[in-house]
């Protein structure tokens, strides 16, 4: 065994490099079975983040659907989900470049059933009884006013199009009965968000396919309810918030809804996107379902009847996309040293088979450092949660007495989670010697209803200070340098990091990935979905304008005194580029050292290979010259603004 290199943090040199993180890696999603075969979506960099529908068959054959220039993936929402289905080897998908429906018979090319609109589809199912598809559609028509946004039919012969449920705002999960004669579907209104209040509505279906008797059976503007499911038996299931935690219930007329299994763990995400599935019928009496506690995910078996419920002993901590035929089960499963994957469950043997991975990964386990859960005090005598990757790489060590530098991540949402999940470019830090905490401020999912709302009215003060005191926090354990903290987040953790810069002095610099820097703009700016978000993350607008103000860095640039690089997709249009731009001059004209890395081509969130491995040598690059380490490989210089050494 040879001798580790001694050499200070920051200048080890890795083989993750972002070219191996382009290079081998895809976005997996969307698994579902049809019949036998299993088909999912792969997002390639590689091809500017095409979306590319695949079907892996009971011979192990992988075989690529929707080929070159579809790309499938929907825009209803912005961030789109519930982008194709599959039934009897028939495809339905939605083509991203006009947003029409397509059908893809056997052996044949897509045909586009929708006609070219200004109209969005997502979350569709098949009502065979009537020759049609169910489908939301997001209708932009009219550019003066608000989209609008309802539940349609669509015939699969003719493309006729008509109007079945309309009148709120936000329309999901239209859901049919076994038997193809109930419909349910969920909605809500401003200003609520999915997780936030919304109701579950069921309804019988007329012989000619129009829609009667039309019932509000649960959920309410304070109670979110999520993935309404039908058992084999004709039984209505959804996940519901209204005990402080999101569980498993069953719809009874006439009777009290109470969780089918009360648990203390969350049983959904939440629903920014269509099409997510935490659980799955394996019969008419067991489900097959995924739950967090504290940050991390499980498999969960649960009998109906008896109310039985055990854990499966699988090596996952990160579980997503179930779905089951045939007491087989299908799903979307990482743990701290394997990445995302395609996993096939044989719940007849208890046997788990990789089916795909998001990466190939040809390298040595002693580059990579596994996260470990830390509790840390906070704000009001409370508790947050983070996960700590220590750095590691068995060909060096650091000289005596010198501690790693940190880079902290706020994550998006600000409703998402950290999970303890392998990632490159999280190994990409710490294998060049970087501590990384992924930090699950409150607001996070994941740790009850009550933590998701220590965010209401404070968002800008509660994630930041959970950020802050998880940095601490190191810091007084001797972990980490305390001169050497930066903090990295995207979209809402962008704002959490840039009012972590503004407001507060500790941390030496950041990584604003198109993030927010002025909160009224941004309320003023948005896409539909999110129109009112801020309503409950800060107040409403325009009559608490003053705290939009008050919270937005843009207005104080005068208290920020460290370095920033932004990074920015010029089509984005949830986080207009114009946010970064005011920041960025505002910094130059003060003299602060300030990088801008702007995107043609990219929208909220980088798909393209090119601009991925640009952004993360850019960000390391970056620190290398704030923080006076030399990396040991030769990376891009890129221009910094205000920094002359």
Known sequence: MLTPIIAPFGSWKSPITSDLIVAKSIKLGGVVFDNDDIYWLEGRPQEKGRNVLVKYSPDGQITEITSQPFNVRSRVHEYGGG?????????????????????????????????????????FIIDTKHNRLISICEDHSHPNRECENKVVSININNGEIKTLIEGDNFYSSPRLSPDGTKLAWISWNHPNMPWDGTKLWLAK?????????????????????????????????????????????????????????????????????????????VSENKIICAFTQDGRWYVGSLNIPNRQFSILELPYSNIASLDSHNKEVVFLGSSTIEPTSVIHLDLHLSQTEVLKSSCIIDVDSGYFSEPELIEFP??????????????QNKDYTFPNGELPPLLVKSHGGPTAAATPSFSLKIQYWTSRGFGYLDVNYGGSTGFGKAYRQRLEKNWGLVDVNDCINGANYLVEQGKVDGDRLAISGGSAGGYTTLAALTFHDTFKAGA??????????????????????????????????????????????????????FFQGLEDKVVPPSQAEMMVESLKNKGIPVAYIPFEGEQHGFRQADNIKYALDSEFYFYSRIFNFTPAEILDPINIFNYDS
Request: negative net charge; glycine residues 4%.
């Open 83 to 123: 982008s194709f289905l599959v039934k009897d080897g028939v495809i339905y998908f939605v083509n991203y470049q006009d947003q029409r429906l397509y059908q893809k018979l056997p052996n044949e090319e897509p045909k586009p059933l929708t006609p070219e609109n200004q109209c969005r589809y997502a979350d």
């Open 205 to 281: 279906i007329e012989s000619d396919g129009a829609l009667k008797d039309i019932k509000w059976i649960a959920g309410d503007i304070d109670e979110s309810i999520s993935e309404p499911k039908w058992s084999p038996d004709g039984q209505l299931y959804y996940v519901s918030d209204q005990s402080g935690w999101s569980n498993l219930y069953c719809y009874k007329s006439n009777v009290n809804n109470v969780p089918i299994f009360p648990f203390t763990a969350e049983f959904s995400y939440p629903h920014w996107v269509f099409g997510l599935s935490t659980y799955t019928f």
């Open 378 to 391: 906070t704000e009001n005598n409370l508790t947050a949660y983070a996960w700590y990757y220590p750095p």
């Open 512 to 565: 604003s990935y198109y993030g927010v820097s002025d909160l009224e703009s941004l309320a003023k700016d948005t896409h539909k979905f999110e129109a009112r978000y801020l309503d409950k993350l800060i107040g409403q607008y325009p009559e608490e304008k003053e705290i939009y103000e008050q919270r937005s860095p843009i207005n104080f640039t005068d208290q920020l005194n460290c370095p920033v690089i």
